[in-house]
């Protein structure tokens, strides 16, 4: 092994102490500065770290799922016998990504990457598989337009050599068609089930339009947004076919999902506590990038019937006897699919909606007239809205039929959540429906009020 | 009294939220008894007959480029007519781009637009800054009534700079960008046809210019007595105080 350069020793020290002394003071941000304080020092820390790790590394992203997919994973290749160095707590910049490499020890890298540094991520990690979910329109004010994204996540893709690994979403248009012209091994992933198939698009959906020749797609089956079984009427160009799919999908707002996932040869059940069409998604990204990284069926279907959500993405909790549920809404393909598994549960909903315009979020709200409220009104025993925005929430429910005296504005997160309980039915279930920042806030409330453990903890 | 809009490409020049605007005048038309029909007018559709209020949102450069053709030779011609029977028009973004002389790629490609507004796009190079952020604009309308002027507040976020040749602006800049972020002026009007880049979306949280072009339609459409009955607007005043105090 070559010696590394002196500048690689210190930057790996000093990176270490300041996430030590971050903690000692209490300060917070642990996932993130030792990883930008090494970066400082010595820029090429990261690919030095990297190239320690004898398994290789994996990256993991996409517009929605990628902390849950990337946990998802994570447990299945511990139960595969790896040793996972894994940002779990989804600091996903190079910073954290740096940060998990400084803190941890393991033999393979499991990293979750916003979509903007997928390309950076690639040309640092030289990853063995890249798994790609998903291209949603989610912060246009961050990452410029859908385009420009997909073409430089195919920019870098094409840079990996044949003995890598890209597994990409058939059902996703804009995915599907980086595979074209790509020199590592490609492995596709989709539904290719009747259960939750539509025929219509919802007017939040992307990617309308052939990759290839700009013709209109024709779309036989919606799942999800854009995604689903589509094919160019005028070039001829369709959907990929998936060597891991999911055959059945039976979703129960009460109890687990059941999905049959259809693995090259092979059929699995999975039962997986996480609800929601989109988990299903990210419970099949994760089998598929497992499967192909030499996990067995079994350690699959394990993995996920252990698995409980990331905080925040949907997690359940127990609070003065009624159950609260949390649901990540941050764009609004995530959010319409947050309102149809909402829709699932039979009784009147509980809901506590919070809107933030901070810069994690995207400072652009215009998103939530894209969010089909619609499907809600009438079905609400309380509503109480907060965030930055939260007056722009009150307007849109307004418009999409909701009584306007129905509509509290509470700023105060922990009384929002006392009002919401005690609203609440005694055993009854209640949600709060938050945007990112939103979702951090919500978790120190509520571990003040005694219901969750610390982030960096998890 | 009933009212038909035509909604330019629903589909692909609809990002950002510009379907709140459709949203905002279904709801106020019939909240006050008006039905108001909309007419989807994606790709490969004809617009023939003329509607009474016309929708055309934004879209990304690709879907721009993709609509390019089909915008002139389906639509352009009725729609120059509508705006020229004073048809109110609302293009945000990319539509107003398009209603302009078009826009000019920093790459040298153009998009063609129909010229209605006399207003020219370019593209700078890829190192400048695109125009994001809250905005707050003072607007000047045509009519000098009490419903004529005011503060509209938006989301801005394009690339393309604009400056107007002989048309007037929709409004003048009191925070964000606007049109270019230098000459102060924001959008552009020629007699009730009105390009801006506020989404946001802008119709929702600026009441007063959603009735403007609903009693414009209808005064059009049924005669100049036509009033609009008043609506409880608290909420979304106070959604545009917010959003006004965020502007920086």
Redesign the interface.
């Known amino acids: 092994m070559q010696a590394l350069p002196l500048r690689h020793t210190v930057a790996v020290a000093v990176g270490r102490a300041a996430g030590l002394a971050s903690r000692r003071l209490r300060l917070g941000g642990g996932t993130t500065i030792p990883g930008a304080v090494a970066r400082r020092i010595d820029a090429r820390v990261t690919r030095h770290l990297a190239a320690r790790l004898a398994g290789g590394c994996v990256l993991v992203s996409g517009t929605n799922g990628k902390t849950t997919t990337s946990r998802l994973l994570a447990a299945m290749l511990r139960g595969a016998g790896y040793r996972v160095v894994h940002n779990r707590a989804g600091a996903n910049l190079m910073a954290g990504v740096t940060t998990a490499l400084l803190s941890q020890h393991g033999d393979s890298g499991l990293f979750e990457v916003d979509e903007a540094v997928l390309p950076a991520a690639i040309r640092e990690l030289k990853p063995r598989l890249v798994l790609c979910l998903n291209l949603f ?1 989610d912060q ?2 961050r990452y ?4 420009t994204l997909a073409s430089r996540w195919q920019q870098a893709l094409a840079t990996l050599p044949a003995s890598a690994t890209a597994v990409l979403n058939a059902d996703d248009p804009l995915v599907a068609s980086i595979g074209a012209s790509l020199a590592c091994r490609t492995v596709f992933f989709g539904l290719e089930t009747v259960d939750h198939r539509q025929t219509d ?1 919802q ?1 939040a ?1 992307d990617s ?2 052939c990759p290839r020749c ?1 013709g ?1 797609l024709d779309f036989e089956a919606v799942y999800l947004g854009h995604l689903g079984h589509y094919c160019c009427p005028i070039c001829g160009w369709r959907r990929p076919d998936p060597s891991f799919a999911l055959t059945g999908i039976r979703l129960d707002p009460a109890g687990p999902t059941q999905l049959r996932l259809r693995a090259e040869s092979h059929e699995l059940a999975i039962e997986a506590n996480l609800p929601g069409l989109y988990n299903a998604y990210n419970v099949l990204a994760a089998a598929a990038a497992a499967l192909t990284l030499g996990a067995a069926g079994e350690q699959v279907s394990a993995a996920v019937g252990g698995f409980t959500a990331a905080f925040g993405r949907t997690e359940t909790m127990r609070l003065d006897g009624r159950q609260l549920r949390l649901m990540l809404a941050k764009n609004p393909v995530g959010c319409n699919e947050v309102i149809r598994t909402l829709l699932l549960d039979p009784d009147p909903l509980n809901l506590y909606l919070v809107l933030n ?1 901070r810069v994690a979020d995207g ?8 969010v089909d409220f619609e499907l809600l009104a009438g079905r609400c025993r309380t509503v109480i809205l907060g965030g ?2 939260a ?2 929430l ?3 429910l ?2 999409a039929g909701f009584p ?1 005296s129905e ?1 509290p504005l509470e700023g105060n997160q922990e009384a929002a959540i006392r009002a919401l309980l005690a609203r609440t039915p005694d055993g009854g279930r209640a949600y709060a429906v938050p945007t990112y920042t939103a979702m951090l806030d919500l978790r120190r409330t509520l571990t003040d009020m005694g219901a969750a453990g610390q982030f960096w903890e998890d | 009294m009933n009212l038909v809009l035509a909604w330019l490409y ?3 020049m ?7 605007n459709v ?2 005048l279904t ?1 106020r038309a019939e909240w006050r008894g008006i039905a108001l029909e909309v007419w989807r007018l994606p ?2 559709a004809r617009l023939d007959q003329l509607p009474d209020l016309v929708m055309f949102g934004g879209g ?4 721009q480029r ?1 609509i390019e053709r089909d915008f002139l030779e389906l639509k352009g011609e009725t729609l120059v007519r509508a705006v020229e029977e004073d048809v109110p028009v609302l293009a945000v973004c990319g539509g107003f781009q398009q209603l302009g002389h078009g826009y000019r790629d920093a790459d040298g490609s153009s998009i063609q637009g129909l010229g209605i507004l006399d207003a020219s796009t370019v593209a700078p190079s890829d190192k400048a800054r ?1 125009c ?3 905005i707050v604009v003072e607007a000047h309308l045509p009519d000098g009534d009490a419903t004529s002027g005011g503060v509209l507040v938006g ?1 801005e ?1 394009h690339g393309g700079r604009t400056r107007l040749g002989k048309c007037e602006p929709l409004g003048r800049v009191l925070k964000g960008f606007g049109n270019n972020g230098e000459d102060g002026q924001e959008g552009a009007r020629y007699r009730y046809c009105f390009g801006t880049y506020m ?3 802008l119709l ?2 600026n009441p007063w210019f959603t009735d403007y072009l609903l009693l414009q339609a209808l005064r059009r459409k049924y005669g100049p007595e036509i009033t609009l009955e008043p609506l ?1 607007d608290a ?2 005043l ?2 545009q ?3 006004i105090a ?1 502007a920086r």
């Open positions: 329109r246009l004010d410029g337009e859908l385009n698009m007017h959906a309308l339009y700009s209109q315009d400072e652009d709200v215009s998103w939530i007239w894209d930055t925005r007056e722009d009150a307007v849109r307004k418009y306007t509509l | 629903p589909d692909s609809s990002i950002y939220g510009d379907r709140g949203i905002a709801r790709k490969g990304q450069d690709r879907e993709l695109r994001i952020g809250n989301f976020n989404h946001g979306s929702p949280k409880d909420l979304e106070r959604a105080s917010a959003a965020r």
